[in-house]
Structure formats: C-alpha cells, structure tokens
C-alpha cells in the first residue's frame, strides 16, 4: 500500500489496495485499521466493489447497525443508501458525528460513492483531538467532567411531520455524553460536542453573564463556542467525490460535514456504520 497523508495532522489517500480483497482478508483489514488510528480518515480511489464486499470489509472492524430514519438496503442490513435527487432537504450538511444520539455511537463508518455531481457534494472531516487539544487552559479546565445531552430529535426529525418527530424522538430519547471522551484505543482527548447536543447536564451559572467579560460562560454560550471548533479550517479535510471512491473514517474522534451546494445534481452514497461503545 502507498500512504499519502492530505493534512498535517488527519486524512491520508491509499492506494495500492483494493477493499474487495481487504473484505475476505483479515490481515490486510487488520493494517488498515493501524493506518485508520494514525490519519483518522482514509480515501480510497478506483474501488469497484460489490455491495456483499462493502458490507463485509466493514465488518472486519464490528457488527453493523441500521438506521431508524435512512434504513437498510433490505439484502444486505447494514448497509444504508443515501440518495439525494428529488429533495432539497439533506440531514448532513452540519458538522456531526454519526449517532450521538445513541448511548453508544457508531466506532466508524465506511462511504463509498455511487454516483455524485460533476461539481460539489465534496465532505470535510474535523479532527475533534486537534479541536480539543487548541482549547485554552481556562476552557479545558470548565469542560472537565462535564456531560451534553445529545438527541435526534432537533436534527433528522426537523424536517418531519410533527406527530412523526414526535414518535421519533420518543422511540430514541435523549442521551447523555462526556463533552471530552477519551479514544478507547489511542487514549488520545476528545472535544466530543456536535450539531446533536441540546444542553449540558450539569452546567449552571449565574445570570447575566457574557462570554468574554467574565471567567464564567454562560451555558449556551459555551455550547456555541465548543461547537464551533469543527468550522475551523486547520482542523479539516475535504474529499471531493469520485464514482467508487470510498472513505473511512473513525467516528470517535472526527466530525464530517457534507456539503450540500449540488442540488438539483444526484449524489448517491452508501454507507455503513459500525457499532461502537458507550463513550467515557
């Protein structure tokens, strides 16, 4: 395999390698998975691969889960098409990562391109370590231990019917993370905060307090201002899409964001996410 690393610190192109023998072949996953841990985001060029294939590369790296809103492709579960054509609403075009919303979200996720516009529909990629690691002193030490509710609801169910986002949000209610988790196999800190969370748990100020006239940040400035980490530019990567070309990311210590400047342009993605562990 040849690495070539995009970033000064996420995102690398590999070539040299094709995922269809990686799925029958747990020791090439195996040293994929090495690369994946060092540049948090890989790119795979010129993949023709079947869906079977798909679905069993990312199965070297955990079981796969469905999704309660995008659905599975019903012969092979776990794989999710996310065709956007006919609608201008996208439920990614904000800087997230996979399934905050569960209790444990998903370790990683596996997007390879079917069909994309000649133009636009790139992703960017946000190293959350980078984020958290450029915190001030000051920041790092108010976020310590503290937790942010994280729900579904606010983000797909928006452009729901109101019983439906209702029904949506009841059948997955809210969850509660750290703000900073720690990488389960790295050990590396992580700003854990995206478009998912509502509120902290357990963060209280007194009132008429601004941000940056005082130590103390009111709440939802806080909020706004950890969330913002992600927009800035030398924490990102940016892919521009091919047919067949595939990314893999982990989703423990990056947030994507996928740009939506291609309407009315087909851009048709499958992915496949796999099940990961309750952050801490």
Not at 128 to 151: E, F, H, R, T, W
Not at 237 to 244: G, S, T
Request: glycine letters at 8%.
């Amino acid at each position: 395999m040849k690495v070539e690393k995009l970033t000064c610190t996420i995102g690398a192109e590999v070539s040299g390698v094709h995922l269809g023998d990686a799925s029958r072949d747990a020791r090439l996953a195996h040293e994929i998975k090495a690369l994946l841990l060092q540049h948090k985001v890989l790119f795979f060029r010129d993949q023709e691969i079947t869906r079977a294939e798909h679905v069993a590369f990312a199965r070297h790296f955990g079981e796969l889960e469905d999704h309660p809103v995008a659905g599975s492709d019903p012969d092979h579960p776990g794989l999710v098409q996310i065709y956007r054509s006919d609608k201008r609403e996208n439920y990614e075009n904000s800087f997230h990562t996979d399934g905050q919303w569960r209790d444990a979200p998903p370790m990683g996720g596996v997007l390879r391109c079917i069909e994309c516009p000649p133009v636009g529909g790139d992703t960017i990629w946000v190293d959350m370590v980078q984020a958290y690691g450029n915190l001030p002193d000051d920041i790092k030490k108010k976020i310590d231990g503290l937790k942010v509710k994280c729900s579904i609801e606010h983000s797909f169910g928006a452009a729901m019917p109101e019983e439906k986002r209702r029904a949506l949000g009841m059948e997955h209610p809210m969850v509660e993370h750290p703000v900073v988790r720690t990488h389960p196999e790295t050990g590396e800190k992580i700003l854990y905060v995206c478009g998912f969370a509502t509120h902290f748990a357990n963060y209280h100020t007194p009132g008429n307090v601004r941000f940056g006239q005082d130590k103390t940040p009111g709440a939802s400035m806080l909020l706004n201002y950890l969330t913002s980490q992600a927009a800035i530019p030398e924490y990102q990567v940016r892919f521009r899409w091919k047919p067949n070309s595939v990314a893999m990311w982990d989703n423990r210590c990056t947030q994507h964001y996928a740009v939506q400047d291609y309407w009315p342009a087909p851009r048709k993605m499958e992915r496949t996410a796999i099940i990961g562990d309750k952050p801490f």
